[in-house]
């Protein structure tokens, strides 16, 4: 960007929203610019696209190979955890054996290293509101990643005249979705009667998690003419490949062979330095003379009795349920008082059987600086702020594309970051050819 650009008007932003606005009964604050990028972190973003697809190809394999018995049985079993019999059986069919998500989004917590990979999601929310952020803030002559049309041509290409369908529980996102049905030549369908339907198109994007499918009627109808090639949906019902436990199955130690192999030596050594250690909160006994690497503890139980000092980690649900995304099933160590976190550790604990959690080293977020809107008066005021950035990959004939990325920018009390009413949502501006 040219450091001549002007501010964005205040009204110019305003009056740029949809009618049926972009997130139901969501709101948040206005910048007069889009979040700067710098050269060391856009090409760090470049970078990571190809390793993420690399990972996720990789989990892929490492299923469909324990559930053969040619890598450790047990990957497949706890992936597999909680999950409906028949569910696993559909996802397991050889006809979906190569299938992954077409669409990678990381959720990046930026630091005073750079960043670290929270997490990594495949049915992301956010792509219309980037798309629309994308275009709004080039038109008022801003140099964003992506440009104003990469998000959208992207997206049509993951179902070309298809359709997107929405479930009741992820209605919030339905605004941005048909924002973005109506630039594509796509259609918002609800995913509740779809399999019933008779005018199905031959293209479908899931906008609906897995965990929701007993409150969709019809799905036997819809998983039928997926297995006969008729119709072809994407992501594909595959579970295991949207559970959060990946992270800690990267890190645990039987598994480094494999990783180091089916990476490569640079790409696993690169995922190594923003991948958070992680551990899966497991009940099981360790022998009496083991202890869990990295955090000197015999059984997962003792953690509740960590000092707030010692407490520099985050629980969160792994998938498959309503608590795993959203951050509502999050809590941050230090942020506890002591009973609290012992509560959080035995009820991740006790979940284990049906809902497996995780354990992941918490790093603290850059202390940054932006600019906001006063809503009131107009005024372009200062705001601190901590960010977690989200870049989205489509991937395109097994080569992941970065098409634009969404900023979260959340005031600095705010522990977990997340959309909310005080934060920004802005799109990330390449930096300055000069």
């Not at 054996?97 to 750079?114: A, C, F, K, N």
């Not at 250690?277 to 015999?298: C, S």
């Not at 977690?388 to 920018?409: E, N, W």
Request: with cysteine.
């Amino acid at each position: 960007m040219s450091s001549a650009t002007p501010d964005a008007p205040l009204a110019l932003l305003r009056n740029a929203f949809p009618e049926s606005g972009l997130f139901a009964g969501k709101s948040w604050r206005l910048s007069p610019r889009p979040f700067p990028l710098t050269d060391s972190l856009h090409r760090a973003l470049e970078e990571l696209g190809e390793r993420l697809w690399l990972f996720q190809r990789a989990c892929n394999d490492l299923y469909a190979l324990s559930a053969a018995g040619r890598q450790p049985t047990w990957v497949a079993a706890l992936l597999d955890q909680g999950k409906p019999p028949e569910l696993v059986a559909f996802a397991r069919e050889k006809a979906f054996r190569h299938h992954l998500p077409m669409v990678l989004r990381p959720d990046l917590i930026l630091t005073e290293d750079g960043f670290v990979l929270s997490e990594l999601d495949s049915i992301p929310g956010g792509i219309g509101l980037t798309a629309w952020l994308n275009q709004t803030y080039s038109a008022l002559g801003f140099d964003v990643l992506g440009g104003p049309l990469s998000m959208v041509e992207r997206f049509a290409q993951l179902a070309p005249q298809g359709d997107i369908l929405v479930s009741h529980e992820a209605e919030t996102y339905r605004p941005e979705m048909e924002w973005l049905a109506a630039r594509t030549g796509q259609r918002v369908c609800d995913a509740e009667d779809y399999g019933t339907r008779s005018d199905r198109r031959a293209f479908a994007y899931r906008f609906f998690e897995l965990f929701d499918l007993a409150n969709i009627p019809g799905i036997a109808a819809l998983e039928a003419v997926m297995l006969s090639g008729e119709q072809t949906v994407t992501p594909p019902f595959k579970p295991q490949l949207e559970e959060k436990l990946w992270f800690a199955l990267f890190w645990t130690r039987p598994l480094r062979d494999f990783w180091r192999r089916t990476l490569g030596d640079r790409h696993f050594g690169a995922l190594q330095k923003v991948i958070p250690r992680t551990w899966i909160l497991t009940p099981e006994a360790l022998p009496p003379h083991a202890e869990i690497p990295g955090l000197g503890i015999h059984k997962f139980e003792e953690l509740g009795d960590f000092s707030q000092k010692e407490r520099e980690l985050v629980i969160k649900a792994s998938g498959f349920s309503e608590r795993a995304w959203g951050a509502r099933s999050v809590v941050i160590g230090s942020d506890q008082p002591q009973s609290a976190w012992k509560d959080a550790v035995a009820a991740a604990l006790k979940a284990f059987p049906s809902s497996p959690h995780l354990l992941q080293r918490f790093h603290k977020p850059a202390l940054l600086q932006h600019s906001v809107y006063d809503e009131t008066t107009g005024a372009v005021l200062p705001f601190p702020c901590k960010v977690r950035l989200c870049p989205y990959y489509f991937v395109h004939d097994d080569k992941p594309a970065l098409s634009g990325a969404l900023a979260t920018l959340c005031p600095p009390d705010k522990k977990i970051l997340h959309g909310m009413r005080d934060a920004l949502l802005l799109p990330a501006e390449l930096p300055s050819a000069s």
